[in-house]
């Protein structure tokens, strides 16, 4: 009965979603990955060209200002969490994603949640952290909505809200998102992209670029984020990570405009 119901609840499931990586525990199937590839490798390799190319031009100019960063309870609690298990590169990392993806929202006159989009960034590679990766997760997104989930229900952070977050967090390694997903799962994934491999890089004006990497800098990322990638791949060789690894991330973080 059990696992008719988890089949059920996987093939009604949008593909990355919360409640997909759950059924499924992250696994890809073959027609899955097919599917991933179909819809995600076109925009991704068109937004890592234009980015090479430098075709992308700045829309807007924005500074840190522009930015609005909440701070309430929640918020400190998230910082806490992520402070108390990431690396100093992945820290940065999460808050660059959510000054890349909050900006892109903005150029592209977007309304989202800054709360919610924030504890996405702050959460959403969680489970690729020692204390969050291999708990029997077969995708570390899992692993990071798990933690995301069991850390909202320890401050009282609302329900739907967490749930909102798992989504996203668990959307972010589809590598292509479009208007059915949430604007707060778009820009998450938008802003780890664009942290990642350079993906919109050139579409944000140079001293915005210039105060977010002085304020947050990258401290090697490029080399971790790789070997994290790997280590994640090695130990889920069915999940979207591995599959991205096999279609050229790592030659990708290698080649993002980012100096390191």
């Known amino acids: 009965m059990n696992n008719n119901k988890e089949t059920t609840m996987h ?26 590839i179909r ?9 890592f060209l234009t980015t090479m190319l ?8 924005l500074t840190l200002q522009n930015i609005e960063v909440p701070d309430n309870r929640f918020i400190r609690e998230a910082i806490r969490e992520l402070e108390g298990c990431a690396t100093p590169a992945l820290i940065g990392h999460s808050w660059r994603t959510y000054y890349w993806g909050a900006a892109l929202g903005q150029i592209e006159q977007l309304g989202f949640d800054p ?3 924030l504890i996405g960034c702050l959460f959403h590679d969680l489970g690729l952290t020692d204390a969050h990766a291999g708990q029997n997760c077969g995708c570390f997104t899992l ?24 989504d996203m967090i668990c959307l972010h390694m589809n590598a292509h998102l479009d208007e059915h997903d949430s604007v707060e799962s778009r820009l998450l994934q938008q802003g780890a992209a664009c942290d990642v491999i350079g993906a919109r890089f050139y579409q944000l004006n140079k ?11 990258r401290q090697g990322f490029n080399q971790q984020f790789s070997q994290l990638i790997a280590q994640e791949a090695a130990r889920n060789p069915h999940s979207r990570a591995a599959l ?4 050229g991330l790592p030659v990708m973080i290698r080649l993002n405009p980012f100096n390191e």
């Open 143 to 166: 692993a990071s909505a798990q933690a995301a989930k069991t850390w909202s229900q320890n401050v009282n952070y609302p329900a739907e809200k967490a749930d909102a977050v798992a």
């Open 115 to 117: 709360e919610s989009l």
């Open 244 to 247: 991205l690894k096999q279609l």
């Open 207 to 217: 001293t915005y670029r210039q105060d977010v990497l002085s304020h947050y800098p």
């Open 54 to 61: 430098h075709l992308d031009q700045p829309k807007v100019d």
């Open 11 to 36: 093939n009604a499931a949008p593909l990355g979603s919360y409640l997909w990586t759950r059924s499924s525990n992250g696994r890809l199937s073959l027609k899955e990955k097919q599917a991933l």
């Open 39 to 47: 819809r995600a490798l076109l925009p991704s390799m068109t937004h």
